[in-house]
């Protein structure tokens, strides 16, 4: 037996079929003031995988938190991650879904357009219902 140089399930980090498209929750350490660790999740979808199960290998996950796209990178075999939980799986056409990115903002100006004319609107449905009143 060799030594254990880290306290993580290696084998069963492996074994996760992470790929592009899936949405994950990971628990990730987060020491706080007087050396205590609390657990802080990040949900989100994963954008990209690099370097496939080597000791090196990442993956992206991508969440909107308050109307702001927030990514995380996190190391596959990284101690301070707790777990990984693959909630959903979708099949995607792209190993990389950069344009994810692109698309959410495009979607977030598409919203803020249909807000403006919406608060547009009633504006001038409230003076032509008083008009009608008047002629009555």
């Known amino acids: ?18 790929r592009a498209g899936d949405t ?19 949900e ?9 199960k080597t000791a090196g290998g990442t993956f992206t996950v991508r969440r909107v938190a308050s109307g702001v796209g927030v990514e995380k990178i996190f190391p596959i075999y990284s101690p301070s991650i ?8 979708a099949s995607v056409r792209r190993a990389k879904l950069y344009f994810i990115r692109e698309k959410a903002s495009r979607e977030a ?12 609107l009633p504006k001038e449905e409230v003076s032509s219902e008083a008009e009608k009143e008047e002629v009555k």
């Open 1 to 18: 037996m060799g030594k254990i140089i880290s306290n993580i399930d290696i084998e069963k980090r492996q074994k996760l079929e992470i």
């Open 24 to 42: 994950v929750r990971v628990q990730q350490k987060i020491e706080e003031e007087g050396g205590k660790f609390r657990l802080q999740a990040f």
């Open 44 to 52: 989100g979808l994963v954008l990209a995988v690099k370097h496939g």
């Open 82 to 89: 707790e777990s990984i939980e693959i909630i959903r799986s």
């Open 109 to 120: 100006r598409r919203q803020m357009r249909n807000i403006r004319t919406i608060k547009e």
